[in-house]
């Protein structure tokens, strides 16, 4: 892990933070928030003092205001992200303006991880630090994890090197020498053991990369108790509409790991934005909320290998007839995962709470009278069938609600159940049996479940 992130002492894990603002007030208030024991924190008043700090302190995270004197907050995220050393720490710009989106997008481009607004909420400010640190330690646990891959490879490349010689030396003196079958043999042991150290690597690398992304999708559910299961569901449609299009393997692992982070972006959002639908939101809620896709894909593209990710996620508020946004792309330029994914994504919210097969159709027809303005007409298409095939799995049935209390083994769950937390318990279509009645028992004393369980009456 990088040496900057989490310095231990006396067994406390701590994390460096540098505050960078000309303002004494702000700069009190910060170290107010982050006075306890875990947060190591530095101060500078400007960009220039504060890229001098940064060099020497090496930072996990940088908070700076945007109009400073001597250097600003833009330029100063500009040293940073040119230091190869820095390059890797999570900056987030603070700024008494509300800027124009347009200059917000060129902040996140230059390599601001974040804009916050002041003044500057406690509590909120805090939160949005831990997201960012969490996110920081993933990323520093993936680069230590590519280093120690790139030093067996080069390991491997050596061997090869080594092998490459050998079977030169051999071709030289082949007309003078005749090996011996147990010089052969042993040869013969090394190829095929720095093959299956090459295949053990890889099979490593692509289990930390999914871990990886377990994590960052468990991460963001847990930051939108609002949706539970809606990352989980949004996956699970854009893989039944990308195998129809038949989409090669590769596009269809994309496809999954980007539908399960589309709303990475949404870690530092306030609550009160996220537990909105769009409809619902002020004009200027709707202008923070528009920035997530940008947000997610700045995340994601410090991380090696998710740049296609990171072009898919910034692209999911694109419209077809060029209305959307960041860039207004028409048509086909907008990639086919993100398209795939914006339909997924909306059909999935627009189904909460929804469980009437004909309020699942009509849902579906109210947003395939938008194809081709909002969406891909081909993606609906696709999506009519898995409209068939959840619906006719909730035509005939009949579903009751009812208190823990009265659970009894043979009942089987309507819908997913969920903690108040948004952990998914248990799925919906399962059979309870006393142990599974036993085990939502005993986990609802730690994390009270929402009161009332769906189950189909026989």
Known sequence: MNNSLQQKNSGIVRYKILVVDDDPATREF?????????????EAVNGKEGIQVAREFRPDLILSDVVMPEMDGLAFCQAVRNDEKLQMVIFLLMSSVHLEISDRVDGLRGGADEYLLKPLDENQIKAQVQAFLRIKILQDQLVSKNDRLEEMNTALEENKRKVEETNKALEHEKERLTYSLKEISKLA???????????????????????????????????????????????????????????????LKNLRMTALLHEIGMIGLPDDIIKLTPDQMSPEQLKIYLQHPVVGESLLLSLKGCQQMAKIIRHLHENLDGSGFPDKLIGDEIPLESRIIKAAADFSRALQNVSDHGQIYRVYHAMKNESDIRYDARVFAILKDYVDTI??????????????????PGMVLAADVFTNSGIKLIPEGIVLTEASIKGILNYSYNDPLPPGIKIIVQ
Request: aromatic share 6%; proline share 2%; no cysteine.
């Open 30 to 42: 910060l170290k107010f928030v982050f006075k306890e024991a875990q947060y190591i924190l530095k």
């Open 189 to 251: 042991e090394e190829l095929e053991k720095s093959h299956k150290n090459q295949l053990q690597l890889n099979i490593t690398l692509k289990e930390s990369f999914d871990d990886l992304v377990a994590l960052l999708a468990t991460i963001v559910e847990l930051r939108n108790p609002y949706q539970p299961g809606h990352s989980k569901e949004v996956a699970q449609i854009s893989m039944y509409v990308g195998e129809r299009l038949e989409l090669d393997t590769s596009q």
């Open 391 to 408: 619906a006719d799995r909730r035509k005939n049935r009949k579903i009751e609600t009812i208190s823990l209390a009265h659970l009894q």
